[in-house]
């Protein structure tokens, strides 16, 4: 079963079935029990028959001694495909089946899974995680460069380290999302609080990323048509805004989730107040695209204007840069969302190829965001040609002074009286 979050597409393993909540199963349970009270057991009472039962999903009706009943599969179990079906065992001697190993009566629901559905599932699942744990460590070491580099420390590579943290961190609790929910469906039936906070956390910081692109694209906007904006400024609120909103926002999100009660299984399902995170996503995209649309008309009427119009108002080297990567970035980052009208249905040829490129784009964001805006970015190669160069000569400076006092030493130690006396 898929679970959608802005283009973060992730599949619930079913190695062993996600539970209901007690609620849902009480309610099972009297509805079992009130069918059963209802059945007439005339027809087995010279014969053996197993008694009907609750066994916590499904109600099973009197049976016959000797005969496999069969019944679809729960549709409410994630994993479990409603078009198959489960069964249990009565004994010839009346009692229902047990299991070999636990010894306790058992239904058998591993008919309810395809095997081959759970398997592409793991092999998604497992390009998530990677695509994520490549991305927080190029974050990492992109936010190190930036920091230790203090001729790169700039108001531009200020919002580029704001961005590149606001992803590692969320790339960081997609991980432990997985690692600690996804793939331990007790959790999920547990519904403990603390993965609660991690779903409002991880959404948290993933409106952040959408800010921070927002804020890159109106700093890039800003600079290039009002030429005489203070850098310093605009820094100052992208700071406040790209960190604040995104909490107004996931505020009212959790607000509407805890009044109206869709709270359970750690808030994994969809729920209708999700809404309440798509609405501001698409409404920064759609201004990042204003901004770009804006941006190529600027800088086109100031290319057409030919050299005689060069002045300090024409757009720097390092400014085209950064628009090409904006450029590139974002429709990038925004992929999953052109393609998720176009999602093929189950089944169809093209499903897994769309699973496959939505976890691809989706998880190596941040590695697309490191490489553009810090690996390939000019004035950061050049920084750490100079750091190697530098390094690289020190050690051969050193090496050839120690290798010259060495020399004089071993000649000095070496040489006789006489030398000594002929040297006076």
């Given at each position: 079963m898929y679970e959608k979050r802005f283009g973060f597409n992730f599949k619930m393993t079913t190695e062993s079935p996600t539970g209901i909540t007690a609620e849902f199963q009480n309610n099972l349970r009297s509805e079992c029990e009130r069918k059963l009270n209802e059945t007439v057991r005339s027809a087995y009472l010279s014969s053996h028959?197993?008694?009907?039962t609750f066994d916590g999903w499904l109600c099973w009706a009197d049976t016959e001694a000797g005969v496999t009943v069969h019944q679809p599969c729960p549709q409410f179990?994630?994993?479990?495909?409603?078009t198959r079906t489960a069964y249990k065992i009565?004994?010839?001697d009346g009692t229902w089946f047990k299991h070999p190993i636990s010894r306790a009566v058992w239904s058998n629901y591993t008919t309810c899974i395809n095997i081959d559905d759970y398997n592409?599932?793991?092999r998604i699942n497992q390009i998530y995680q990677t695509g994520y744990l490549v991305s927080f460590i190029a974050l990492l070491l992109s936010i190190t460069i930036l920091t230790y580099f203090k001729s790169l420390r700039c108001a531009r590579n200020t919002l580029h380290t704001h961005m590149f943290t606001s992803f590692a961190i969320n790339n960081l609790l997609w991980l432990l999302w997985y690692r600690l929910v996804v793939e331990h469906p007790s959790v999920v039936l547990h519904n403990g609080w603390w993965c609660q906070i991690l779903h409002v956390v991880l959404h948290y910081f993933l409106l952040t990323n959408y800010a921070w692109m927002l804020a890159e694209g109106f700093y890039l906007h800003t600079l290039l048509v009002f030429a005489f904006t203070s850098e310093d400024t605009l820094v100052r609120w992208s700071w406040t805004l790209a960190w604040s909103t995104p909490l107004v926002v996931i505020t009212l999100y959790s607000f509407l989730r805890i009044v109206y009660d869709h709270t359970s299984e750690c808030w994994i399902n969809e729920s209708p107040f999700t809404e309440v995170l798509v609405v501001p996503v698409c409404m920064s995209m759609a201004l990042n695209l204003v901004f770009l649309c804006n941006i190529v008309r600027v800088l086109w009427v100031k290319l057409q204007a030919g050299p005689s119009h060069l002045s300090n108002s024409t757009p720097s080297r390092t400014l085209l840069q950064a628009f090409r990567a904006t450029l590139l970035l974002l429709p990038l980052l925004g992929l999953h969302y052109l393609l998720t009208p176009f999602r093929p249905p189950k089944q169809h040829p093209w499903e897994r190829f769309y699973e496959v490129v939505s976890?691809?784009?989706s998880s190596f964001q941040g590695l697309c965001v490191a490489t553009l805006f810090c690996f390939l970015n000019g004035e950061v190669v050049a920084q750490i040609k100079r750091r190697w160069q530098f390094m690289f000569f020190r050690t051969r400076a050193n090496s050839y002074t120690a290798t010259t006092v060495s020399v004089r030493q071993f000649?000095?130690?070496?040489a006789g009286?006489?030398?000594?006396?002929?040297k006076v």
């Open positions: 028959f197993c008694r009907g179990i994630s994993g479990f495909d409603p009565c004994n010839k592409w599932t793991q976890a691809t784009t000649v000095r130690s070496t009286p006489g030398d000594n006396e002929e």
